[in-house]
């Protein structure tokens, strides 16, 4: 049974940074892209970045580009979102998902969702 859980959510001051986790059971990820998305009140879920051994690195939103990066520990099945420099926009359910092989910054592509954690940016 795949299962993906979110971690490392909280709440943190403007300028402060983050490390969100996505723990993978179930599945490996040298067959599955990891992608991360966020949802804030009365928003739409949007994509944020992607990896996969297929095809890299994957950003979907400029506005986190050079304060988010995203990384993988084989060892331990694990994607992470490292957020730096948070404002308060940034504030939302972080969600990480799943789909076969290669990224995608749509939504409906990815098969496996993780339950999501908050984040909060406020001072």
């Known amino acids: 049974q795949v299962q993906l859980v979110e971690s490392g959510g909280g709440l943190v001051q403007p300028g402060g940074s983050l490390r969100l986790s996505c723990a993978a059971s179930?599945?490996?990820?040298?067959?599955?892209?990891i992608g991360w998305f966020r949802q804030a009140p009365g928003k739409e879920r949007e994509a944020l970045l992607c990896i996969s051994i297929y095809d890299g690195n994957k950003n979907y939103a400029d506005y986190v580009k050079n304060r988010f990066n995203i990384s993988r520990d084989k060892g331990n099945n694990t994607v992470y979102l490292q957020m730096n420099n948070l404002k308060p926009e940034d504030t939302a359910v972080y969600y990480c998902?799943?789909?076969?092989?290669?990224?995608?910054?749509?939504?409906?592509?990815?098969?496996?969702w993780g339950e999501g954690t908050q984040v909060t940016v406020s001072s």
């Open positions: 179930g599945f490996s990820l040298d067959d599955n892209a």
């Open positions: 998902a799943g789909t076969y092989y290669y990224c995608s910054g749509y939504v409906l592509r990815y098969e496996d």
